[in-house]
């Protein structure tokens, strides 16, 4: 009599069975990932889109938040970095704020964000008393964050495009501050440039609250410099 091996039954259809099993379940928790991902940022942008407002219709604040957005080759402000710096300007000379607080990275002698934001305010016709530099300003909660610890802002308006408000407003709520938004999109932006911000910002919403419920990090921190208000 002929022993016979059942096809399911034989190593090397288990093994199969097993690898097909496994890339079902990781398939499947990667989907509920993102779903988790994607729901944090359309949350987040509808918790916190009601407080998105133009330089016109803003309420008042005595400090308004710039955040970095990158410098080109020769240490100018980029496109999207120079609309912030001209929307926050247009809130100093409307009366609305008193004070920018230009935050941004500058970790590398070479690389000073919050220096040339100051230029180009300056350039705009804002004097260098009412300009504030934050240098360790290397990430959205770490600007959100120094600006409460060691700039003593309770309440802010920030400046930047609409598409990173969201976060910057839950940021900043998590972290004690009474904020709101401008937005800064002060022209049509290239549709391959907006199609990666909005990607970008799905990940990094997520990332914003995991470092506010689970993480917690402590940026850099100094010696207070308190901005009167």
């Not at 398939?27 to 988790?36: D, K, R, S």
């Amino acid at each position: 009599m002929t022993n016979s091996i059942s096809p399911l039954t034989h190593p090397a259809t288990r093994g199969w069975i097993r690898l097909g099993v496994l890339v079902r379940l990781t398939l499947m928790v990667g989907a509920i990932a993102a779903g988790v991902v994607a729901l944090t940022r359309l949350y987040t942008a509808w918790r916190y889109g009601g407080a998105i407002y133009t330089s016109e219709s803003a309420p008042a604040r005595r400090v308004a938040l710039v955040f970095g957005a990158g410098l080109t080759r020769d240490g100018r402000p980029t496109a999207v970095l120079y609309d912030r710096v001209a929307a926050a300007v247009a809130l100093y000379q409307s009366g609305k704020v008193d004070t920018l607080l230009m935050s941004g990275d500058n970790r590398v002698e070479t690389y000073n964000e919050p220096a040339a934001m100051r230029q180009a305010a300056i350039d705009l016709g804002v004097p260098s008393t009412a300009i504030v530099l934050d240098h360790a300003g290397r990430r959205t909660y770490d600007s959100c964050y120094r600006a409460k610890a060691i700039f003593g802002v309770t309440d802010v308006v920030l400046v930047t495009q609409t598409f990173h408000l969201p976060r910057a407003l839950f940021l900043c709520d998590q972290l004690g501050l009474n904020a709101v938004g401008v937005s800064a999109d002060l022209r049509v932006y290239r549709r391959s440039s907006q199609l990666i911000w909005g990607a970008r910002e799905v990940v990094a919403t997520a990332a914003a609250w995991w470092d506010v419920y689970v993480r917690q990090p402590l940026p850099v921190l100094g010696e207070p410099e308190p901005i009167a208000q």
